[in-house]
Structures are given as C-alpha cells and as structure tokens.
C-alpha cells in the first residue's frame, strides 16, 4: 500500500485518476490539491465519487504532498516544473501529465510552450513515460513525463514500422481525430457543446505542440529525425482519440506480422486481426491501445489505425501503468477494467 | 464459483451481463447462446471484450445450460417463459431480464405484450427482482422476474412517499426519459443515429408497457390500487434515465429525511442532499440509483428526481445484484466499480 | 425596405437574428454591436455568415443605431432597459429579447432578477410579444418584450385549454427540456461539450426565471392567478425545447377539437392529429410549435406536447415575427424556411 | 415553373430533395414514389413538411412520370439504371442521386457495385454532374449523374493542385470523415445511435465505392492516372463531410492564390484565407464547400482542408443545382439558404 496525492485535481485528467487510484488495490490517496476549490468536497464537484472518495480539496500550500510516496501532477502546462522539485528533491516520486518534462531539448519546449522552463535539470532526469518504449527506465524513475494523449497514439501506431525501417520516414502523415475532453475542463466556447456538436473540423494545422513531441519520439525510436505531418481534429466524442496513419512503403515485409510481434507481450496493446477498424468505444474507460493494418488494394501506402481513449491509455490509465511499473506492482493493477460498451 | 450461462447473448443487456460476469471473481460463465451467430466468437461481435471473453455464440439447442448453477435470459419477451420451465425443472435458477414473469396477473400481461403467456404456473412462483423491495424473497428465488429499467427508476423514486402515505395516491405522474440503448440492438429506423440524435420526443403517450408494471408495484407498496401517469421520452444518450416524478403532498413530514432513512442501509441507491439535480452521468455504467426531493417553492407539489443506467441497474447490473443475493455473495461483489465520468 | 439594428450580436440569439434577417426581403441590416469585438468582420467569428453578412462589429458608442426603424436587443438581461430609452425617445422601435420588459411587476422581476430594475416606466409601456395572444396590440407597440423560450413552449401548449377552463388551474405542471443553446454563448463549464453531451438533468427545480413569466402569462389569460410546478432540465441538443404539460380536467370537451380551432388560423402552431409525438427535429431551424393532446387511458390527466426551436419560435424567429407585425409586412415574411431534417 | 417527379423519396436525399424543391420558386413537385408507403402523405412520414408539401407517396407503376419535365432518382443504386431509359426516351430529363451513371467504365462499375449494368448506353451519354468542372456539358444533359459525396468533397478539394500540375498524382490521400446521414434511412445496427454515438472508426479501408469515382475524375482532370489512397470514417455528426487531404509538393507557388482564382466565379465554392479551419456546421443545411489550404512548418506536404453538408453540396443540393443549369435558372435558384449555425 502506498500513499499517494495529486496536485491539480479538478480537471478531467484529475477525476480520471480518482476514479482508477480510488479502486487500486494497492494505493492509498491521501491527497488532492486545488488553489480555487480547496476546503470543498470533491464529490460535491464529482458526484460519480459520492460515498467512494471522502477527501477535500486542499490548498496546495497546506496539503502534506512530502508524505505521499508517489505525487501525481494533473495540472496546466508549466506548473509541475515550479513545483515537483521540492517533492523530488525529498525522496517523493513524480509522475506529470502535463508536458514540463516531455521534451529533451528545452528551447523547443519554450518555443512550443511559450515560457521559459524553470527546471531544466529535471527535464535531464525525466523518463518519458512511454511503458512499451521505456519500461526498463521508467522502474527506477524519479520523475516520470507521462506522454500526451495524441502522442501515444501515433507512436504506438507507427513504432513497429519505424523500428523496422521499412517505410519512409521522412513522409510520415498522422491524422488524429480527439474527442472533445481532450480540450480539458475549461471554460471557453469552442469546447462548448453548441459549438463542438454535430460538428467536425481541424484545428492548429499550422503546428500543433504535440509534433515536437511526436518527433522527438518517434526520431529516438528510428535513430534519426523523422518528418511527420501532422493534423489533429475536433470531433464531436467526449473520449477517444483514432489516428489514421499513413507511410510509404520501401520494403516488403508480413506487416500484420510485425506488429503481432511487437506487441506481443504488451498488456495493453491490441493489434486486431487483418482487416479490422478498431473502434474508439471498443477502449472507452480502458487503458487500451488497439491497433490495425492496412494495405489498400495492395498499394505502396500502409495505413495504420489506432485507437485509445484519451484520458486513460492517453493520460489517467498510463500514469497508473507508470506508477505500476515505478513501484514494482503487477502492470495491469487497478487497471483490467473492461471498455464500457456501448 | 458458479457456473452461469446467458441466454441471448446478442443485445445491448447481453454484452452488458458479459462486461460485468468477466470481471465478477465468483462467476465463471460456461455458455452463451445465439441462434443467428452460434459459432461465431463473442469477442468478433463485441470487440471491447477481446482478450478477456474467450467463448462462442453456441446454438441454445446443443449449449450446455443445465449444466449451469444460474441462467440469465436477455431474450425478447416471450422467449424465457417457454424455455426457462426446463431449465428450472433441473434445477438451474434463472434471472430472466424481460418482461415474462414481471406481471402477476396473467390477463393484463397478454394484454399489454400481445400474446399468450405460455408459462403461468412460473408466473405464480416468481420473484419481482427489486432488491430494495423484495431481497428476502430474491434470496431464495428459483426465478427473478429482473425489473423494466423504466419501473427500477420509477419506484425506486416513489417509494418512500408511498410507503408513508404523504402522497394522493390516486394522482402519480412520472415523466420518465430514457437513452436509446433501452430501445435494444435492433435495427430500427427509429434508432437510427440521424432520426435520433439532436432530436428529443416523446413516445407510447397512450400508454407503455412498463405503466402496468410499475402500477403493480406502486399499488403492492402502497396496499392499494395508485393512479399514475407515466411518459417517457427518447433523449439522445447513449445509456441513462432520468425520472422527474410530480406528487400531491397529503401530509406534512421532513421528506428528506425520509428518503435517506428508507435508504441508509441500501448499497445502490443514493439520496442525495437537499437541492441537487443528480445526473444521469454520475451513474454512468454503474449500478446505482441517485435520487434528489425538491419542494419548490415550498408548494404542495413534491418533485423527485431519480437517475440511473438503465443497462445496469435497469437490467444487467440488478441482474447480477439478485444474483449475488441468491447465492449468498456480498450484494456489490463485481458491481463495485465506480460510473465513468466525463 | 427598413433599416435595422441588433445590439449584441455575438450570442446564439444573435447569430440567429442574422441568419434571419440577412434573408429578409423587407429588411436591410445596417449595424451590429459588439462591445469586445468591435471592429472585426461578423463573418470571421461565425463563417456560415460568409460572403452573405458585409458587417463589422461597431462599438455601441459609436453605431448610428438612432438612424434604424427598429432595434433589436440581444444583449444579456439589464442591458436594454439601460440602453433602449434613448432609442425609444427618438422613435425607434425596439425588440427586446432579453428579460428586461418581459414582467409587469417590478418587485418580482427584481427579486428573480438580481438587480434593479432603470426603467420601470418602459415596462408600463411595453408590449409582451407573443403574437398568438397579443396580435393586436403588437402592431401599434414602440416596445415588444420578446418571450423566453420556455414560457413560448409552455403558454402556446397550456393556453386553449386555460382559455376554456377546463383544467384545474390550481395544479399545472410543465416539465420541459431544453437544448444546450438555451444556456448561450458563454464560456461555462456546465455548457462544455464534455459536461452537457450523453449527459441529463433537471436544473433550478427550486426556481427559474421563467417560472414567474409563465404564471404571469397563464394567469392573465385564466383571469386569475394559477398554479404551476415548472422543472427545466438540460437536454444533449443544440436547439430544441419539448415541454411536456400536466393537466388534471375539470370538465369534459373535444379537447383535440378546441386546440384545433384556437391555432387554426395561426401561420406558426401546428396542431397535429390526435396520438401524435412532435419531435424537437421537426421544427429545427424553423419558425414553428407543434403541439399535440393526449389523455392517456381516457383518465383525468391531460397530457400536452409542444416543441418549439429555442432559438427560433423560441427567441429570433418570434422577434422577427413581431418586427413583421409591427411594421405591416406579411407575418410570414422571411420566416417561411421550411425545417432541416435530419 | 417546372414539372418534377422524385422516384423514391422516403429517405434521406429523398427528404431533402423536397425540402429544397418545396421551396424553389421555379419548380412544382407533381410525384414522389415509394413501393412500400404509397397512399400514405410524404408529411405523415416527415412531419418536418406539414403543411407545405401537400404530396401523398405513390406507386412507381401509377405515377405519371412522363408528364414531369425533370425526374430525380433518389433511389439505391441499380434502379434509375432499370427505369430511367424509359422516361429518358419520352423527353423527360433525369438527375440520379445513386451512382448508375457515374462511372464510364462499366467493367469497373460492375466490380465495385455487384450487379450486371442493364444500360450501359446511357452511362455513354451521361454526364458527371460536378458544376465546377462540367457545367457547360450539363445544360444540355438528359441524364445526369449526381456525384457521390466523398467525390464531392475531395474532387473540389484537389482539383485546382491536380490542374496546375502542382503535386506528385502517384500519391494522393484522402483522410475522410462522414456524418451517419450518409449511410441512409435503413434500419442497419451498424447506424443506430448506440453504435454510433461518442464512437469514431475507420472503414471500407480496404476499398471503398466512390474510391474509383474519385479517382476517375481526378485521372481526367490530371490527364492521365492519378493514385490516390481513400479512407473514410465514421463520425457522429447527423449532416456534414470533412475531407483532409494530402499531397506532396513538386513545384512552388502560390497555392492560395491558386485555389482563390480557380473558384473565384464558382457561387457554392468558398476558399477561405490562409490559415483557416472550416468546420462542417458552417455549411450546414446549405449548398456549399468550403475549403482550406496549408502547408505546415512551410514543409513539401500541402495540407488541404474541404467541407460540404453531404445530404446538400453531396446529394440534394447539388442536383437542384443541376437542374437549375439544365433548365435555364439563375444557378443559386433556391439553394440560396443561409447555413444553420449552431
């Protein structure tokens, strides 16, 4: 049993942990911080929580997060950075949903974020949380950069290929449709359901913050840089994320094979029968990733489909799977809950 | 451990049974029967249960049922009361989720379902399956008649009042709105995702199969015969209902208080404080029922407010609470995970 | 040709207004207000307006509004009865559909309100602007306050029958659900797409503002005060409220009959046959109430269903209807679009 | 004014074939067929039209087709292919919604819709009814084939790059997404709001119908061949189609100024300015495309961005435009409805 706390807690990512760490086994949550809502239930906020999750809100300032052994931060970009050292530096162990610590190279993360980092020597200690890249890493993590919700889901749709080297990856295409939680819980009209409804479009075409993110990755992966075009979408769910992929083929191989292979032993990724299209609700509620492949009329161009939700296996879920993994719990603890259907 | 078969597996009730029987740690389910997709596997139909439901669809002519301790019907009506009486002559106890076994009085059911009812004998020795009405008798039921998702909401919100007798009896009026997966996984234009999102109506205002049952229940609980007005609506959702009930108040009393006490011992329902709207969301893919009593404006009109999933605790989910009662499990054993919100 | 204003128009009521009016054959918008986006194109903040609507958003300092035949208001409630005066005063006439003018009684409007009211005097003189009652003296009115879109809903679906007293008028109950857009164009968190979709409540069962408008206009056509439950609820739509009306019959009628021959002449209220449900859909985008009478099991409740757009029958279409009125235009004029379905 | 007949009109272009034509002030509407529902009123069906459209359905056998100047086949496809050649013989000219007469290589026909063409004479003499491109050969049609909605989208997206000879032709990709309209008014489980509600999915991967249409009428804008990969998906919208479009640069330019000048006379094409994200409700309910272009990070792969509402520019809108063309009419004759936002 450990204790744990989260920094952030009123956001979608934050009653999403609450809902998983609240029926871990293995966990104990002694704490929940929130600057505006501190001294209000959180099932007065969150009644799906009544009668399961007693706590309040705390103020930060108060909230004994130095006694947790692991705190998880589910807050707007830039405040883990000010605030996880401190915890760090006395033995806690961190784990942030935001993107503070995702990207290696601290000018792009300025010039994509739009403010200076404040602790780029924790950004050298991070491990990107990836598990079926970096589990090994992630055991003996300090700090962990839980990756973004459209980022595990185009790097576990391309990873075997690119791994494979068998497709040309200075043309990659992600196309990525996200449900509408992904915006977060923030008041602004384009998130408004007269807006979002019965309504579909593309946004941040120009450059969206998580291709650094996506590149990065996927270039570690490859060896080299890759080029990705990348389009994310707004569309009328309020979980899921699918992202269609598509690369050139250079070299013949079973493709289907390959990614069987991969993913073999991955718990949480499904690689479906030829001939599939995974389906966001088959991984509704679920720390699920399913993927197919596709080659149309036997083409040069291989089509990827991959599917998460995006707050559990593109947030909540796999910062539990980390936390799992940091404290040396079986990986699927607190996590085999079946996708609610329809 | 038990061994449980479903019968009619195929329906939004049946992939909800196996969502919830896969993760119950007392069930093993041993059968499931589909005459159009006998062969096929489960998990082909409902991708969401790849990798966790290993069985087939068999023919309910060869399946194995009587092998089973517990058999669940998710048929159409009509279906159980002419092969649950075989089943029940071994032995096996059944859970049937339709509509045969729901009414006592025979003419009135083959009025309203427009056929004859094959099995009155069955009729006789059923057991109406609300839980917080009839548990002692649930216990040692051969047969549940599981309630319509409509009425489970519906009494569960008139309950208290008519127990005390604070209300007119003879003047009920429940405006009830459900999701579209209470219409079933059945191709109908009305269901269609154009005909029925973004559009709200009304339906079956003459009357509605669910009025008579309701009805018996009321009157059962009150001791003699109620007036009720009952409509429902189609509401775009996937799963919820929402039951706005009106009463004429008799006699004075701290309603409130009322409610929590007739509740304070029950595991599924939840009273919630004065002055909450309770949410068809915070129920979501959980067994509970919210329930909320206004007075507006200090009148002599109450309002109760009553939420739940009608595939869970409108069907699958108190399916699988009678279960727990009639084989002596902890009542929420497999039914404790928490609504999946946003 | 007349030349008119509309003061806020980047609300949903707003945008309707200009959808409206730019296809008005009598009509030619010549300004449009807006505080905070003053000086940017109409078309860039609602694209549908594209290559159709010319405007700029004017500071209201500055629109020449006095040179307008008629303004409308669609600024949020305590707006117009600051601003509107001084427009009245030089003759303009003006259309408010906000709630400044819509309640005779100050003190109640300032207790449902919150704020006091600047212009009592322009109540005295204003017009409430429901054709179907006040026709006449629409035509001659220098103010009309434009009705609420659940008092709309609920007033043409109560009204026949209160006419003719043949209802308890003691005991009233609306139950009404409304699409998302009824809560505007504002940036909340109980709007959000990730809040209000496959989600459903009742909302200020305690009181809503248009509690005391309903009772206001019921009353004046029963000649006495009457008493009514009103529950509103939030319904996944964009557009649509259904209300659904309980009426306990005091005397016996051909009440399909007497609603038949009280809108028979009425260009914008459908009564449909006998055993009909309207749907929401079957006025979307449209001008129109449909309105349908049941008395489920020829008992003593009289069950009523009205639809209406909110945001048309509801709000702009009503206006422009009252703008046709007072003008001598035909009423129909401009607002014979027929309904978008699906 | 017009005679017109609409073969087969009770689904969802059928619906909005009348909505449009019901409100075109050249056009009067003397048939509408249906096999299954003849002798029952078109308003019965769809009440969205009580009291305008005064039609009852009739059988195909009976109605008087021949006296109509133009007929629409709103049919599956394989019908107008059976009954168009009659009427066509007689002088009455005819617009087919389903794909009949779209493709000129009857072999391919064949292949992709399953059945033997009876009429391959008149796929010779008809004309591919995309305004943009043929407008010149459609005034003198007599048959004319309305093109599917994905090619609608995609071909007005591409065609102005595939022109100039601008990007490589070997290796187009359309990444499209449909609302659930665009499956049509049949009872399928796959269309049912809770299969299709908060879901997205990929499908026809493998190889889609309108996939050799589109490639067709690229081929013959390019001059030779073009390879193209389609993926289409399912959205829950009820109208809209968004096309997101790839391809690589091989020759600089001014890739807005291009599109801005090839649609600068088109009334129903909308090049948006740089930077756009055209969202499928502003083309709601009208009959328009809009489009938008970007070349991300200045890369080599040009990102274009092309909405329509599928039932409108994709179906009903476009062949009303076509017969406006056909006989004569202003072009925006009736199809010139602002969209309906929100």
Redesign the interface.
């Known amino acids: 049993m450990i204790k744990v706390g989260i920094v952030g807690g009123t956001g979608?990512t934050g009653?999403e942990l609450l809902?998983l760490l609240?029926?871990h086994p293995a966990v104990e949550i002694v704490a929940i911080t929130s600057r505006g809502d501190a001294g209000s239930a959180v099932s007065s906020m969150?009644?799906?929580?009544?009668?399961?999750v007693g706590l309040k809100f705390e103020d930060p300032a108060v909230a004994n997060l130095k006694a947790c052994d692991a705190v998880f931060f589910a807050t707007p970009n830039g405040v883990a950075m000010q605030q996880a050292p401190e915890l760090l530096d006395t033995g806690v162990r961190v784990i942030d949903l935001a993107a503070d610590f995702r990207l290696a190279d601290i000018a792009v993360w300025e010039k994509w974020y739009g403010m200076q980092h404040t602790s780029p020597e924790w950004v050298a200690k991070a491990v990107y949380g990836l598990p079926e890249v970096n589990r090994a890493a992630i055991r003996d993590a300090r700090l962990v950069a839980n990756p973004g919700c459209y980022p595990t889901a185009v790097q576990l749709g391309f990873m075997p290929l690119v791994e494979a080297g068998l497709v040309d990856p200075g043309?990659l295409?992600a196309?990525a449709?996200s449900?509408?939680?992904g915006a977060g819980?923030?008041?602004?009209?384009s998130?408004?359901?007269?807006?979002?409804?019965?309504?579909?479009?593309?946004?941040a075409?120009?450059?969206h913050r998580h291709l650094p993110e996506i590149r990065q990755g996927l270039s570690r992966i490859a060896g080299h840089p890759v080029?990705l075009?990348?389009?994310p979408?707004l569309?009328?769910?309020?979980?899921?994320i699918?992202a269609?992929l598509?690369a050139?083929i250079t070299g013949e191989a079973d493709f289907q094979s390959i990614y069987e292979k991969r993913y073999a032993d991955e718990p949480f990724v499904?690689v479906?029968p030829p001939?599939?299209?995974?389906?966001?609700?088959?991984?509704?509620?679920?720390n699920l990733c399913?993927i197919a492949i596709?080659r149309?009329?036997g083409?040069d161009?291989l089509?990827v489909?991959s599917?998460i939700d995006n707050?559990v296996k593109g947030a909540a879920g796999q910062a539990v799977q980390n936390m799992n993994i940091m404290f040396g719990f079986s990986e699927t603890e607190g996590l085999?809950?079946?996708?609610?259907?329809?």
């Open positions: 979608y009653v809902r609240a029926q969150f009644p799906s929580l009544r009668g399961r043309y295409i196309d449709k449900g509408v939680s819980r923030k008041a602004e009209v998130s408004l359901f007269s807006e979002a409804a019965d309504n579909f479009k593309a946004y075409v120009p450059g080029g075009t990348f389009v979408h569309t009328p769910l309020i979980r899921g699918h269609t598509y050139r499904d479906m001939k599939s299209h995974p389906e966001t609700r088959s991984v509704r509620a679920a399913r596709h149309p009329q083409g161009t089509v489909l599917v707050l085999w809950q079946l996708p609610v259907l329809p």
